[in-house]
């Protein structure tokens, strides 16, 4: 008799099954997912068809969220715990988030990393940015049939340290497994370039929702290299709704804004700006809560005119990115459009003229870098035959050093350095007798450190006392291929040795994942069937409103006895509603549908009946 | 900057257990035999970054997401190992001084400062046209392609220095020269960015 093989736990038996990873672009406005399927990426869409998750977290009383649509849904009406561009206050304190007195937000300052306080409790961004990684993961995970071995999770290229390590805390709170932290210029220059089998250098230019990247890449056969990247993290599609908005008000100049007419009109300045991408004007009209209506017009002139010194702001990284790669404009073969901000007719305008070419709009701008990121997902998970895969070489945006005497920056590792890298760099006491060492590790271009970001401190103990000057200690840096640091200190006569992952002023501790992670166990079941009884709810309003209205409008289509019924039907619905049990609500809802479903079709008569009378449709309105 | 403080990348976690990990490389090479490439000035360009592709392929981390922890460590320090080595060889003057140190000879002994009281003249003059220069991108521009130049003259010493008359001492006066332009290049660049912002 044969014996039967039992593979080890974990291990698959199937040498050449297909591993199941995907590709996330973890956007400020919006999120996707794709992977790839027979050989080709695709974006996984929602069980609706929508292939894009708005980036926008709500918080309920009773702990529970919405995510996407369904929180976008109550953005007006619930906008201090409906919480939206969350990207750009991951790895942030607040003094660096741009216009926070714009956001109705009640935002705690706590070293670090901003929080914000909502009705369920104070969230991080690493938790509201989990929420949306965690909906991700569900979408694809019922979608492909199985559980993921690991994600491709795409950031700009222009995050530092602390973004980076808040970006991978996210994913292990959503209970991720991590394949790589991919730049999404670079996530979108592999889409690309395999698209079109590209060969040669080539820029490219992605302006999203709240970041701005400018990556030069040299695109040949198996090989991505990029040589040179910059960017503005607090830059994107968001200024160019915040200058809509200044605009609006100072045109209206209506009375101070509650939040919830804020957030109407930033969504108004938003929808008015993608309005003008395809139309020589944008009409902008909103009832305030006040009562006050705003009305105006905004030309595509005035727009240009309002967001011009963004546009220069997004040309003066381009040319630093060119000058650290040591090309020029002529080299550039082709400039790659990526993010949803550059269909702007501005920034086309202004990107075309730099290079002095038309800008490739041909790939989904939205699309692009979840495709990009769930190509190199599949190479990684190590779904492709050795030969037909490629190699990727990025690197470092933003120079890494330690603060020397007089708070000047000692630069160890300089921007632009192809990852992983490390180096390792002498220092020496100060003072006489010194047996410590404070070593502040610091990121940015800066001479000062009051002028770069503070990535963390630790101090080198037990160096043996000697004069000023005779110890030797070295410090080595080491970049890892996530682009994240970690630093060690060793004094080289004695020994003595200190090491720190760059993570304690910005990131989240183990142990504090670890017990989010918990919570968020324990809590997933409640917190999955919460949000589904909350949904039921929200659609029984919905129908109790509607199927009211149609009465109100047309109860002369009814008979006694069938206005009888619905009426019945409607109170059903009304106590399952107030009620705790889903499929109570589910049973009354259908029951509605059902019994006006005649009362629908006779509305339907009405109204066709009525408009080919020709009469207005004010006229209809009883 | 970096240079000036003697860094050199770490190696102190070399794995003296080759054979354990045999994709990896021979932390006991240095950067021309890591290549392949005979020790000298005069490189094809083309031929590093091919020897640089073709190693980066083997080692790097992208290769091993399923591997052992050891394995993924080695993997990071090879990877590593060759970034530097290629960051080194590819730019001229990080290729000489590395060339000198093979040789034993240190660019910036103390004792060997002192340059010669013409370049140090030369050296305040052209300072003085960068400042005189600065706000004004296209006389920045003119100095940039000047200085260019004689660099180019410096580099084609050193070539023949050290690849045709092996005279480390001259080579080394060069190089601190070179030194001293390549900061001056810089500094010409920094002017020219802050002149277009």
């Not at chain 1, 044969?2 to 919006?30: F, M, W, Y």
């Not at chain 1, 699309?367 to 037909?388: C, T």
Request: glycine residues 6%.
């Amino acid at each position: 008799m044969a014996l039967l093989q039992i593979s080890e736990p974990g291990l698959s038996a199937e040498p050449h099954q297909h591993r199941l990873a995907v590709g996330i672009d973890l956007g400020t406005t919006n999120s996707l997912v794709a992977t790839v399927r027979s050989g080709i990426a695709v974006v996984l869409n929602d069980a609706e068809g929508h292939p894009l998750l708005p980036s926008i977290v709500r918080y309920l009383p009773d702990g529970s969220t919405a995510v996407g649509y369904a929180a976008q849904r109550d953005l007006a009406r619930d906008p201090r715990n409906t919480i939206v561009s969350v990207k750009r206050f991951m790895g942030r304190g607040l003094k660096d988030v741009a216009y926070a007195e714009n956001c109705p937000y009640d935002f705690l300052d706590s070293p670090g990393m901003v929080q914000l306080r909502t009705c369920a409790g104070v969230k991080s961004p690493v938790e509201v940015s989990a929420q949306i990684l965690a909906t991700l993961r569900e979408r694809a995970e019922r979608s492909l049939g199985g559980e993921l071995v690991g994600a491709v999770i795409t950031v700009p290229a222009y995050f530092d340290d602390a973004q980076r390590q808040a970006t991978k805390d996210a994913a292990r709170l959503a209970g991720m497994n991590v394949l790589r932290l991919l730049n999404e210029p670079t996530a979108a220059a592999i889409a690309y370039g395999l698209d079109n089998a590209a060969e040669g250098v080539y820029a490219v230019f992605d302006l999203g929702g709240g970041t701005f990247d400018i990556s030069i890449l040299r695109l040949s056969k198996g090989v991505f290299e990029v040589l040179a990247t910059n960017g503005d993290a607090t830059l994107g599609g968001d200024d160019f709704d915040h200058r809509v908005f200044c605009w609006i008000v100072e045109q209206a100049r209506p009375a101070p804004l509650s939040d919830e007419d804020t957030r109407l009109l930033l969504t108004e300045a938003r929808e008015a700006k993608e309005h003008l991408t395809y139309h020589a004007e944008a009409r902008i009209t909103a009832r305030l809560g006040t009562g006050e209506l705003i009305d105006s017009t905004m030309p595509q002139k005035t727009f240009a005119e309002v967001t011009r010194t963004l546009v220069q702001k997004t040309m003066v990284p381009v040319k630093k990115a060119l000058r650290d790669a040591g090309m020029s404009v002529e080299d550039v073969k082709g400039v790659v459009m990526v993010g949803g901000a550059t269909r702007m007719p501005q920034i086309q305008q202004a990107v075309a003229e730099y290079f002095n070419q038309a800008p490739l709009n041909n790939l989904d701008p939205d699309k692009v870098v979840a495709l990009g990121a769930a190509i190199q997902a599949d190479v990684l998970a190590g779904n492709r035959a050795a030969g037909d895969d490629w190699l990727l070489l990025d690197v470092i945006p933003l120079s890494l050093g330690l603060e020397t005497m007089g708070g000047l920056v000692e630069r160890v590792i300089p921007r632009n350095s192809t990852i992983p890298y490390a180096r390792a760099q002498e220092f020496t006491t100060f003072k006489d007798g010194q047996t410590a060492m404070a070593i502040h590790v610091v990121q940015g271009e800066r001479e000062l450190v009051s002028d770069c970001r503070s990535l963390a401190r630790f101090e080198l103990r037990g160096i043996p006392p000697m004069v000023a000057g005779a110890a030797r200690i070295r410090v080595t840096f080491q970049v890892d291929a996530d682009g994240l640091l970690s630093v060690s200190a060793r004094e080289a006569t004695t020994g003595v040795q200190s090491s720190i992952a760059v993570k304690p002023s910005y990131g989240l501790s183990d142990a504090q994942i670890a017990q989010m992670l918990q919570d968020s166990v324990t809590h997933s079941g409640e917190d999955a069937q919460a949000r589904a009884l909350n949904e039921q709810r929200v659609e029984a309003r919905r129908m109790v409103e509607a199927v009211g209205a149609a009465i109100e409008a047309d109860a002369d289509l009814l008979t006694a006895a069938e206005l009888a019924e619905i009426r019945h039907a409607l109170d059903t619905l009304n106590a399952a509603a107030q009620g705790n049990d889903r499929s109570a609500i589910m049973l009354a809802l259908e029951r509605v549908n059902k019994i006006t479903e005649p009362f629908a079709a006779r509305r339907m008569d009405r109204s066709i009946h009525r408009a080919l009378q020709g009469k207005k449709l004010e006229d209809m309105k009883i | 900057m970096h240079g000036a403080t003697g860094a050199t990348v770490s190696t102190s976690c070399v794995y003296a257990a080759q054979g354990l990990f045999p994709r990896m490389i021979n932390f006991q090479h240095n950067h021309f035999e890591l290549f392949g490439l005979q020790p000298k000035f005069h490189l094809e360009l083309t031929e590093l970054e091919r020897a640089y592709r073709s190693l980066q392929s083997r080692v790097h981390p992208d290769k091993f997401v399923h591997a052992s922890d050891a394995e993924r460590r080695a993997s990071m320090q090879s990877a590593t190992q060759v970034n530097e080595a290629y960051r080194t060889l590819k730019n001229p003057l990080a290729r000489a001084r590395y060339l000198l140190a093979l040789h034993h000879v240190d660019v910036q002994s103390e004792n060997n400062t002192a340059m010669p009281p013409q370049f140090l003249l030369e050296q305040m003059e052209w300072r003085e046209a960068v400042e005189a220069a600065e706000d004004k991108p296209d006389e920045l521009a003119a100095l940039a392609l000047r200085l260019g130049r004689e660099m180019q003259e410096q580099y084609a010493q050193v070539e023949r220095h050290l690849d045709l008359e092996n005279s480390h001492a001259r080579a080394a006066d060069s190089v601190r020269k070179l030194m001293f332009l390549e900061r001056l290049s810089e500094e010409i660049r920094d002017a020219l960015e802050r002149s277009e912002a």
